[in-house]
T-cell receptor, first 112, second 115 residues
Framework: QKEVEQDPGPLSVPEGAIVSLNCTYS??????FMWYRQYSRKGPELLMY????GNKEDGRFTAQVDKSSKYISLFIRDSQPSDSATYLC????????????FGQGTRLTINP | NAGVTQTPKFQVLKTGQSMTLQCAQD?????MYWYRQDPGMGLRLIYY???????DKGEVPNGYNVSRLNKREFSLRLESAAPSQTSVYFC??????????????FGPGTRLLVL
């Protein structure tokens, strides 16, 4: 079983829809949770990160972490065609030689 | 600032050939990483270098070697390429190793096809 599971999609929604992207994980040592966005034929770029449980909002994007369920989500409001990309969740513990562990990525298309 | 640059952008190899993927960063970062990305597998860490002069294995190091040439440059070498190494390779760097406050910045990737 992978440490981090993410539905690879693809996910296709109309412009303006609310998008929900999710990951589950098995390692309870993970403390920081990140979302990366990757446009086609580009490298990933950090979108936002959250520490421990709770919500974090940045413009149209909201990241949620539920450590009790080992479940994280990224919500995109008022989705735009420019949001079309692959979204990867990633997570890491604290202390020692920690390494970032990525989910498989979800390919998202926003249709005009 | 160019950020993280990678060469080549695309390469075709025959089984058994060798090649070196080059990576350089101009952000004065201490830590550098090599990942491979395969469909359905996400990004997997091959090797990393926490600081100049040190390198360590990641999740999938077999078949690869690395060299941290200096603070700026971190190369990945395939000594005898195999079809299973067909992938997109990403180099990344961060100010410090795996501190979340220090974002990992990724290069544009190298697409490698091994026939």
């Amino acid at each position: 079983q992978k440490e981090v599971e993410q539905d690879p999609g693809p996910l296709s929604v109309p412009e303006g829809a609310i998008v929900s992207l999710n990951c589950t994980y098995s390692n309870s040592a993970f403390q920081y949770f990140m979302w990366y966005r990757q446009y086609s034929r580009k490298g990933p770029e950090l979108l936002m990160y959250t520490y421990s449980s709770g919500n974090k909002e940045d413009g149209r994007f909201t990241a949620q972490v539920d450590k009790s369920s080992k479940y994280i989500s990224l919500f995109i409001r008022d989705s735009q065609p420019s949001d079309s990309a692959t979204y990867l969740c990633a997570m890491i513990g604290v202390g020692g030689a920690q390494k970032l562990v990525f989910g498989q990525g979800t390919r998202l298309t926003i249709n005009p | 600032n160019a950020g993280v640059t990678q060469t080549p952008k695309f390469q075709v190899l025959k089984t058994g050939q060798s090649m070196t993927l080059q990576c350089a960063q101009d952000m004065n970062h201490n830590s550098m990483y090599w990942y491979r990305q395969d469909p359905g597998m996400g990004l997997r860490l091959i090797y990393y270098s926490a600081s100049e002069g040190t390198t360590d294995k990641g999740e999938v190091p077999n078949g690869y070697n690395v060299s941290r040439l200096n603070k700026r440059e971190f190369s990945l070498r395939l000594e005898s390429a195999a079809p299973s190494q067909t992938s997109v390779y990403f180099c990344a760097s961060s100010k410090e190793q795996n501190r979340v406050s220090e974002t990992q910045y990724f290069g544009p990737g190298t697409r490698l096809l091994v026939l």
